[in-house]
Nanobody, 115 residues
Framework: QVQLVESGGGLVQAGGSLRLSCAAS????????MGWYRQAPGLQRELVAS???????YCADSVKGRCTISRDNTKNTVDLQMNSLKPEDTAVYYC?????????WGRGTQVTVSS
C-alpha cells in the first residue's frame, strides 16, 4: 500500500501561483502514473495532471498553459505548479498513484482562489 501526503494548498488571489507537493511513503520504486485530481463542490473529481515514470506529462485542457507537473522518481514525489490561477480552480486537490489494481489517493489539500 502506498500512502500519499499532499502539501502546499491554501488561499491565493486570482492571477497568483501555487505549488502543490505530494510525497509517497513506500519502500518500493513506483512504476505507474502519479498525478493530481481535483474536486470542486458539487462536481465530479477530475484529472488535472499526470506524469509517467518515464517522464511523459499531461495537463488537462482546463489548466493547459498554466500547469507544470514534475515527478522525482528517486524520491517518489510529484509536484504541481499552477500559475495564473482563476476562481474556478478552487477545489480540493488530490494526489494519486495508479497502483495497477486500483487508485491510491491522498487526503487532499484545499486550494481557494479569491477573485
Amino acid at each position: 500500500q502506498v500512502q500519499l501526503v499532499e502539501s502546499g494548498g491554501g488561499l491565493v488571489q486570482a492571477g497568483g501561483s501555487l505549488r502543490l507537493s505530494c510525497a509517497a511513503s513506500t519502500g518500493t520504486f513506483l512504476t505507474n502514473d502519479m498525478g493530481w485530481y481535483r474536486q470542486a463542490p458539487g462536481l465530479q473529481r477530475e484529472l488535472v495532471a499526470s506524469a509517467t515514470v518515464s517522464g511523459f506529462t499531461y495537463c488537462a485542457d482546463s489548466v493547459k498553459g498554466r500547469c507544470t507537473i514534475s515527478r522525482d522518481n528517486t524520491k517518489n514525489t510529484v509536484d504541481l505548479q499552477m500559475n495564473s490561477l482563476k476562481p474556478e480552480d478552487t477545489a480540493v486537490y488530490y494526489c494519486y498513484y495508479d497502483a495497477g489494481w486500483g487508485i491510491e489517493w491522498g487526503r487532499g489539500t484545499q486550494v481557494t482562489v479569491s477573485s
